[in-house]
């Protein structure tokens, strides 16, 4: 079946540590987003990524990083510069452009 | 920035009722998308409808834009418990990128 996953679902941090949430996609999806959603709110773009090898911030990029190696994988490390990382993270991927996007699950981050 | 501001934040009704969410956004746009979000998940696409579209309609869901007043509504007919989810319109800002509002706690009861 086609999808796209994240892992892990939940993850603890200590202060002042990276980590890395992992977003695979087998659609076949040339575009790919990251985003930050905390309790009771809407959505804010993180990073977005149209091809591979190339990617661009959103509204809150500060605090994270991206990449894209492969049109399949689209990784988010949420750096210790980020000073509020406790949130729900949200991967999506669509065709070109801001056509109709397909989410993961979700990664539940909580710094401990 | 969020581009859209849905309204109202919240809403409680019986199964049986129509329920009627509404986004205003700031900018124009190329499309128009709502998407449905069920608690602790990801979120899922309902309906698009373009900039040169006035009304949309999928099964129980119709969706009505009004480009000149940057707003759209979404009516869910005969709600059920089921319904039960937070909804959030999104946009695109005539960009690459989907900026999505705010959102409605749809809340159906039984």
């Keep these: 079946d086609g999808g796209i ?26 575009a790919m987003y990251w985003y930050r959603q905390d309790p009771g709110q ?18 809150i990029a500060e605090g994270y990083s991206v ?8 990784p988010l490390t949420v750096t210790s510069a980020q000073k509020n990382p406790t949130a729900f993270y949200l991967c999506a991927s669509g065709s070109s452009g801001a056509n109709v996007l397909t989410f993961g699950a979700g990664s539940r981050l909580t710094v401990l | 920035s969020q581009q859209g501001e849905e309204d109202p934040q919240a809403l409680s009704i019986q199964e049986g009722e129509n329920a009627t969410m509404n986004c205003s956004y700031k900018t124009s746009i190329n499309n128009l998308q709502w998407y449905r979000q069920n608690s602790g998940r990801g979120l899922v696409h309902l309906i698009l409808i373009r900039s040169n579209e006035r009304e949309k309609h999928s099964g129980r869901l119709r969706v009505t834009l009004d480009t000149s007043k ?12 089921a319904d039960t989810a937070s909804y ?17 706690r749809l809340q159906v009861f039984p």
């Design chain 1, 42 to 59: 809407g959505l804010r773009l993180i990073y977005y990524s149209q091809i591979v090898n190339d990617f661009q911030k959103g509204d």
């Design chain 2, 70 to 81: 940057k707003s759209s509504s979404l009516l869910i007919t005969a709600s059920r418990a």
């Design chain 1, 67 to 74: 990449s894209r190696e492969k049109k399949e994988s689209f």
């Design chain 2, 88 to 104: 959030f319109c999104a946009t695109d800002d005539l960009g690459d990128k989907l900026i999505f509002g705010t959102g409605t």
């Design chain 1, 5 to 30: 996953t994240q892992s892990p679902k939940y993850l603890f941090r200590k202060e002042g540590q990276n980590v890395t949430l992992s977003c695979e996609q087998n659609l076949n999806h040339d």
